[in-house]
């Protein structure tokens, strides 16, 4: 990277400058303390990778602006590039990437967001933060951090410097790995020896079966056999089965004939007499005749005075209703009148509804005839029915079952229509869901910001915290300097006082000369102590405001983990609806089908095809279960003369009974009329009363004669009854007779046939008799059939089990081979992964690189210290020591990274060297340091910032630094140097003169 132009706006204490790098190769950025030389040199880290030394990123902003923007032209491998960042405070920064066109214009290469735009930038540089900050930008204070460390945490730095913690991460990972592995070959070997174990069992269970199946084969031999003889002794046994059915049969025909000729007999003597009681009743002709005319007669006379007995009956209730109001007078008298009269009321009314059933007397006969007819009917229909009624059962089961079926198909597709409804429901919460899952990702976006600068917050208070410590390192050395000086000083106030260095007699003008010399040094390191402190203080309150913005920031991020947990939970629900769209499309199809079979009926085709064979079944037989109905209908539609005859019988009684108690309330009724008109003579109500009876009087309606007649009338009622019975007997003789006639031929023909049938009966019993019974011998030779079967089962199943055996060691020999070959191959990886444990740790690569390093390490750092030092000083990296073992025989290496360094009187301590002579060791190291680490990060060292305090050299030491300098200037297009001593900023021709007044930094390039 080679600068070209630099651009701030607000950018620390600048507010607004520019800096053009063209033509610059080595200048020095000079200029008093505070003035801004450093800020300049952050604006280049802050363009470019977004880092400074300010705690947070709003500090970087000019603090009276609002916000800051850097520009920063470079050149990388021949094409130049613009970095433009800015930042507008309590806001994100951006970051745009630009390259120069053949035009000369520039053409924005910005990737999508400000992540994306860093690493095309870093990739562009092949430059990360960390090695730019190790190698081209030398900073203040760490000069000397390598060579302080013991020797035995050098490599460690070295290490870091170089990123070997990479590889240390692989050979943890190895190691990891190893395990694993380590963990899988001894599970394996475990489960190796159980399977050794099994397949030894092979030799002895093949032996076991083919003993096994030699007996099989004697059995089954055997087995065939007896099966042949069985079936020799079942044909013989078959055909006396066949006699014994033949004999079955015959004897159920006869049983059969005899029934139904007993039946037949039982049937001719019934319409005899039927038809005795039948001739009977048409031989009373005349007088049945002559009974039913009186019987006329006298329902005319009834319906007559029937008439008469409903005007009585008004004029009744008109009496009853003026003897009311009389009896309002008497209200005793009236409630006994009126409970007697309820009574005799109630009599007659009992007396009109007996008459009812009475009436009914002849119909009840005649039904009962009918219902016997009709019960014989039924009998027959009956038997028929029971034939039939497994096959209507069976249908109806077959109904049920196709009923059943259909309702399992529409409950499964009323549960698909609601599985549907479901699934569309929750389909339709998806974009609701994805709402919530983009602003879940966007507060978790916004929080993972707050947490990378939660991050930098830390890594700025470490980075104040080591240069805390540095500060305060230094700021103990140059004590002890100072201690060093004050003492030199005192031994300097005396006379005879020699030189510190060479130990000659001072004169009085080279003692001043020292002690002035020293004084002066004395003074330079106190001002170097004041900085320090200043330092300190500054990085102090610079470290507590880090403090409180971290537990603020920890503050604002605590709701991280849960927005995690509900972005993962909304994640899930959203992967698990994209599996929801096709199960809707399988559940719609399935609906569709389902609803396409009801529709056309297209379920239980078995069920529906044997309906279809039991209905043409039933319709050969000819029955027909509406007959059979109407039968079983008439039969209880008829038994209601079986119930009305018995209510005429009640009636009977009940009428003898009102017979008795009718003329009893009449005389008490009459009684208390007789009293009533003795109390109510002259009243207008009797004399109205009187005038009702004078009005039944004239009616002449009596009521003796019309319960006489009706008497007669219920006397002469079987004169109808006969009459009816007359009139079915002249319509039924017929019909009797040749019945009777019919049954009688019928008779004689059904026993012809019984005669008939007993005598094959009588021949097939003979020959039944001569046919031997083997029965016996089949049930002995059955069971042994049986038993042998049993065995045969036990051997066969015996035989399966170890053939199974056998084929599972077969597999058990398939996964030893297998488990062998993964074990092997297991064992492999593991000596693989542990070779790469050791290749990758701090004795392998690591060690390696270090090794291969040292020396162009060393090569280039003496060359740079021979330039800085006249050749006076050599530097030598040592990786190893010998130290002595418990035996004094014996020594032991240890690995170390010891510095060596020799000047023109020998080796001695680092500690020992001056401060100058230490600055030119350590910048000779870091400067080499820098080289390399520009060369392993993929890219040439082009630019080189030396950001470091010169107070140490004297004037001779800084003509050999700025002489190296300038020597190595070839070896970079661009060095820049920061001092802000004024001898050392002489020495380059080209100054950045930096100053700061009320309006902020300004700068000046001077030649």
Known sequence: MIPLQLTLKNFLSYRDATLNFRGLHTACICGANGAGKSSLLEAITWAVWGKSRAATEDDVINGGAKSVRVDFDFSCNGQTYRVIRSRTRGRSSTLEFQVETKAGSFRSITAKGLRATQEEVVSCLKLDYDTFTNSAYLRQGRADEFMLRRPSDRKQVLADLLKLDRYEELSGKAKDTAKEYKGKIEQLKKSLEPLAVELTKRAEIATELVELKQELIQLQEEQEQSRKNLEELRAIDYQRQTWSKQLAIQQTQHQNLTQDCDRLVQDINSLQKQLTAVTNLIEQEAEIVSGYNQFIAWQTQENELSGKFAIHQEAQQEKRQLEKELEQQKNDLNLQIDRIQTRLEGIEQQEQDNLKVLAKTKDVESALVKIQTSRQQLEELDRLQQYISPLIKQKNELE?????????LSAKLEQLHNSAQKLAETIDKVPEQRHQLLTV??????????????????????????????????QRIYERQIYELQQKVQMLDNPDAVCPLCDRSLDEHHRHQVVDKTQKKQQEIEEQIWVIREQLSTCDREIQLLIAEYHEISREISPYDSLQQQYGQLEAQLLATEELYDRLQTTQT??????????????????QTEIKRIEGELQTLNYDEKTHALVRGEVNNLRWAEIKQAKIEDAKKRQAKL?????????????????????????????????????????????????????????????????????????????????????????????????????????????????????????????????????????????????????????????????????????????????????????????????????????????????????????????????KGTSKKKTKLIDTLDIVIADASGTRAYETYSGGEAFRINFSVRLALAKLLAQRSGTSLQMLIVDEGFGTQDAEGCNRLVGAINAIASDFACILTVTHMPQFKEAFQTRIEIYKGDRGSTLQVSN
């Open 590 to 607: 399935e609906k569709d089908n389902l609803e396409l079979s009801l529709r056309n009926g297209n379920y239980a085709v078995e069920l």
């Open 441 to 474: 990702d966007a507060q978790i976006e916004e929080l993972n910001k707050k947490r990378v600068y939660q991050t930098r917050v830390k890594e700025k208070g470490t980075e104040r915290r080591d240069f805390q410590t540095k500060l305060q390192e230094n």
């Open 400 to 408: 049920t079952l196709i009923n059943r079926e259909e309702a399992m």
């Open 659 to 883: 017979d008795r108690q009718k003329p009893e309330l009449i005389k008490e009724i009459n009684d208390l009329q007789t009293s009533l008109e003795k109390l109510h003579i002259n009243s207008p109500i009797q004399q109205q009363i009187d005038g009702i009876d004078r009005q039944i009087e004239d009616l002449g309606y009596d009521r003796i004669v019309h319960q006489n007649l009706l008497n007669s009338l219920r006397e002469s009622q079987n004169w109808q009854f006969k009459y009816q019975e007359l009139q079915k007997a002249q319509q039924d003789y017929p019909q009797i007779r040749a019945r009777l006639i019919e049954l009688e031929g019928l008779l004689e023909a059904r026993s012809q046939e019984k005669q008939k049938i007993q005598a094959q009966l009588q021949d097939h019993l003979q020959q039944q008799a001569n046919i031997i019974d083997r029965r016996q011998e089949i049930e002995v030779l059955e069971r042994e059939i049986y038993q042998r079967r049993q065995q045969l089962d036990e051997l066969i199943s015996r035989s399966g089990r170890l053939q199974q055996s056998i084929s599972q060691i077969d597999n058990l020999k398939i996964h030893h081979q297998d488990t062998e070959k993964q074990l092997k191959e297991d064992e492999k990886q593991y000596r693989i992964y542990q070779e790469l444990t050791q290749a990758f740790g701090k004795n392998g690569i690591q060690a390696l690189t270090i090794e291969n390093i040292l020396p162009q390490l060393e090569a280039e750092t003496n060359q740079i210290l021979a330039r800085l030092t006249g050749n006076q000083f050599h530097v030598q990296f040592l990786t190893q020591k010998a130290t």
